[in-house]
């Protein structure tokens, strides 16, 4: 059986609801079916600053978290990928083959540094023309000197801020814009055929699929298997945030209100689904296809209570559920038993975990070990296919 799973998770916090329906859940159901690898991807947490300090403790975090989410670290592998040179060797070999521009479609980097260089450029050609436009109306018309000076001062405020915006891309690491490439190495070293991701990875993923097309396209080779994802339910894949219903709920958002932590207690959690925030319409399921905020806590509710509902249902109103709940108070107690009654547990055993550190370190060390004795056998093969000698 050929068939491999692979997944990670940075560890750049406490993992969330979001990391836990959109990914570990799913890993939980798929390791009695798969040989399955877990990473704890410590290098692409690099790619923003971390505090040393603070980047052990959350690798030590993250592997006792998967523990206690129910995967089974004698019967998978769970490691840190710092620990398997191999990840960075093939992000070197593979980047080697890959189109910057494949790279600067990437929404997740625009989205960390704001902007791009095709919409700069874009910008500066729309303010050329309004201030020609405005120049010519100057010298033809007097009387309306003032609105196109206002005017060419609005466009250069914006120019300005463009500029600003172009500073931060021109400040950009290049571990943040070649992270995909990573990525694309991380799954590729295992010869993966398999990976389950949140939505938000759909994209890098694509990448990493089409980084195996062209290395085995330009080495004439099937060496690497296109691997395909796993996406959660929908109501799952995509957990946004519990103050902002636009947002994914994610690890680095300031606000601790806007997730809920897999190291929350039950107290926590109530208290976080209280001042979850909602709108002003009385009903829970009415007009949800305008109501992102609603819209979330009902998928949260449906993705814990295992019940199945297309997109279509929840733009119709679901009157499968509305009869259910007074209002949000009723809907918001029933929303936080679920919660608590699927992550309470977890949290409880989180912390056991992490009180033995040793442990902890035992796994991660027989991870490396499994995934490393893997990782050096492809890294052989890939090298005698690319021409290093392999010695
Ligand atoms: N909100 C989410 N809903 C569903 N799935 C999610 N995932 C993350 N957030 C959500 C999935 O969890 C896996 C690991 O993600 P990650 O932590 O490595 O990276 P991320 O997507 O960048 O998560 P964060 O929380 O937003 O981290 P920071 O703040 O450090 O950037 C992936 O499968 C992802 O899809």
Redesign the pocket.
Known sequence: MNELVF????P??N??L??Y???IKNWVALQHKYRSIFCI?DM?AITVPQNPAELLHNVRLTAATYIACGIDPEKNIIFAQSSVPGHAELAWILGCSTPMGWLNRMTQFKDKVNTSKLELKDELKKIKANLNEYHEAFFLMRSKKARALASIKKSTDELESLIEDQNKVEKAELGLFSYPVLMAADILLYKTTHV??????KQHLELARDVAGAFNRQFKTEYFPIPEPMM?DWT?????SLRDGMK??????ESDYSRINLTDDANAIRLKIQKAKTDTERSVTKNLGERPEARNLLNIYCALANIKVGQEVWADNYSGLSNRWGGFGDFKKALADAVVSAIAPISTEIHRVMNDTSYIDSILKSGAEKAGAIAEKNMREIKRLVGFPVV
């Open positions: 997944s990670g998770i940075q750049t916090g993992l969330h979001g990391n329906l959109g990914a991807v692409h389950p991701v949140g939505e938000d990875q959660a799952s894949a995509r957990v946004m994914k709920m994610s690890k680095s958002e």
